[in-house]
C-alpha cells in the first residue's frame, strides 16, 4: 500500500516562510514525476510546481521566484520552500507522484490528503 503524507503546513504571516514536505511510502520501487498542487475554497485545484527524473523543475508563474520544489529520492521524499508568501498563497496543498510499485507494474498516479497553508495580511 502507497502512502504519500505532505506536513509543513500552518499559518504564517505574509512575507513569511513555510516548509512543505510530502513523504512517500510503502511498496515503492521507483519514482517518477512529482508535484505540488493547492487548492484555494471555491477555486479549482491548480499546478504550484512540479519535478521529473532528472530535476527538471517547472513553476506557476504566480509562484515563481518565490517557491522552490526540491525532492531526496534517497528519502522518497519531496519539498516545496515557499517564501515572501502572500495570503493568495492560501489553499490546502497536495502532493502527488508518478510511481511504479514494482519492475513490472505501470506508472500510476498517487495523491496525498492535502496540507493547508494559511496566510494571514
Known amino acids: 500500500q502507497v502512502q504519500l503524507v505532505e506536513s509543513g503546513g500552518g499559518l504564517v504571516q505574509a512575507g513569511g516562510s513555510l516548509r512543505l514536505s510530502c513523504l512517500a511510502s510503502?511498496?515503492?520501487?521507483?519514482?517518477?514525476?512529482l508535484s505540488w498542487y493547492r487548492q484555494a475554497p471555491g477555486k479549482q485545484r491548480e499546478l504550484v510546481a512540479s519535478?521529473?527524473?532528472?530535476?527538471?523543475?517547472n513553476y506557476a508563474d504566480s509562484v515563481k521566484g518565490r517557491f522552490t520544489i526540491s525532492r531526496d529520492s534517497a528519502k522518497n521524499t519531496m519539498y516545496l520552500h515557499m517564501n515572501s508568501l502572500k495570503p493568495e498563497d492560501t489553499a490546502v496543498y497536495f502532493c502527488?507522484?508518478?510511481?511504479?510499485?514494482?519492475?513490472?507494474?505501470?506508472?500510476?498516479?498517487?495523491w496525498g490528503q492535502g496540507t493547508q497553508v494559511t496566510v494571514s495580511s
Open positions: 510503502g511498496s515503492i520501487f521507483s519514482i517518477n514525476h
Open positions: 519535478i521529473g527524473n532528472g530535476d527538471n523543475t
Open positions: 502527488n507522484a508518478f510511481l511504479k510499485v514494482n519492475e513490472r507494474s505501470i506508472y500510476t498516479l498517487y
